[in-house]
C-alpha cells in the first residue's frame, strides 16, 4: 500500500502523490499487500531526485520519507523485487 507522504527536506518537497514509483517491495500474498506490516516504495521526482516512501501498519510507528543520492537509489533498486520502470 503506498502511503501518501509529503516531506520538506533540506529546503526541498517530497511528495508520493508528484513523484514516480520506480520500485518496490510491494506484492500482493493473496490478503494484502505489506510485507510483514511494512513497505518501501523508491520514488523519483520530475526533477530527478530520488527518495524513498517508508509505510508501515504497525502501532507506534510512522511512515517516513528517506532521501537518498543517485548511487544510494542504484543500490536500493537492485534489492527492492518490484520493478515499475
Not at 505489506?34 to 502501532?59: D, I, M, P, V
Not at 537518498?68 to 534489492?79: D, G, I, P, R, V
Amino acid at each position: 500500500m503506498r502511503a501518501k507522504l509529503k516531506q520538506v527536506v533540506d529546503g526541498k518537497v517530497y511528495d508520493t502523490e508528484t513523484a514516480q514509483v520506480v520500485a518496490s517491495d510491494e506484492y500482493w500474498e493473496g490478503h494484502n499487500f505489506e510485507r510483514r506490516g511494512t513497505n518501501t516504495h523508491l520514488y523519483k521526482t520530475k526533477k530527478g531526485a530520488y527518495f524513498l516512501g517508508h509505510s508501515t501498519q504497525w502501532q507506534g510507528d510512522k511512515d517516513s520519507i528517506e532521501v537518498l543520492s543517485e548511487e544510494e537509489a542504484k543500490e536500493k533498486y537492485e534489492h527492492l523485487p518490484e520493478h515499475e520502470m
